[in-house]
């Protein structure tokens, strides 16, 4: 049977942004919003495929800071509060762990994962203080990341499988958020855990 080397995925999970102001994560003390992906998959052979990824991951400040730290913020002119969504799109090879010249002949367990290189776009709404009545200012920032895949399949059927996948978009900029200064990786990183559905298809429609 001639293999179906192309694969659609549709993915759907939960994400948080490590932001400048977006809480005290060593004490899970942040937000978690929802996360959206689509990807188009060319398997180039037995273990290497090609891969383009596009979704939305929407992104919220938290936590609780301290004094001494809105005093920096205000010193600065940093934003305390980030809301709303971050769009992207990226390209990355990706490999199997366990290689597989046929969809059919396909473990029923299978690892993958790689890196690439892509482009994401902001839009938040961003307040400079704690205080309900200030009116928020809209910011929109356009950079590139490298995203850094992983996932563990499970075929469902014979052109199907679902999967659990972790990403990291490590970003270029400091400033997704409006503050910059206080991330201890110094750019900030979006971060996802989807459950993925994942459908293998002739490239022309055809079969």
Do not use: C
């Not at 037995?46 to 004094?67: C, K, L, M, Y």
């Not at 969504?85 to 994962?113: A, E």
């Not at 990341?145 to 970003?171: C, H, K, N, Q």
């Not at 409006?178 to 298809?201: A, C, E, H, P, T």
Request: net charge neutral.
């Amino acid at each position: 049977m001639q293999s179906r080397d192309n694969i659609v995925s549709i993915g759907v999970g939960p994400s948080f942004a490590y932001l400048d102001n977006g809480g005290q994560y060593r004490s899970f003390n942040f937000e978690f919003k929802p996360s959206v992906s689509a990807s188009l998959i060319k398997r180039l052979n037995d273990r290497f495929e090609i891969r383009a990824t596009g979704g939305v991951q929407w992104i919220s400040s938290g936590g609780n800071p301290s004094t001494s730290v809105t005093d920096i913020w205000t010193s600065n002119n940093s934003a305390f509060t980030a809301n709303g969504s971050v769009i992207y799109f990226d390209v990355m090879p990706s490999f199997y762990v366990i290689p597989f010249g046929n969809h059919m002949n396909r473990s029923m367990f299978n690892l993958y994962g790689g890196l690439g290189l892509g482009v994401m776009h902001s839009n938040t709404e961003q307040t400079k203080s704690f205080n309900a009545e200030e009116r928020p200012v809209r910011k929109k920032v356009t950079t590139g990341y490298v995203p850094i895949r992983a996932g563990l399949s499970y075929s469902i059927g014979p052109f199907s499988d679902i999967a659990l996948e972790g990403t990291m978009l490590l970003s270029f900029t400091d400033n997704l958020d409006g503050n910059i200064g206080f991330n201890r990786f110094d750019n900030d990183i979006l971060v996802q855990g989807q459950l993925v559905y994942r459908r293998y298809f002739f490239s022309d429609f055809s079969r």
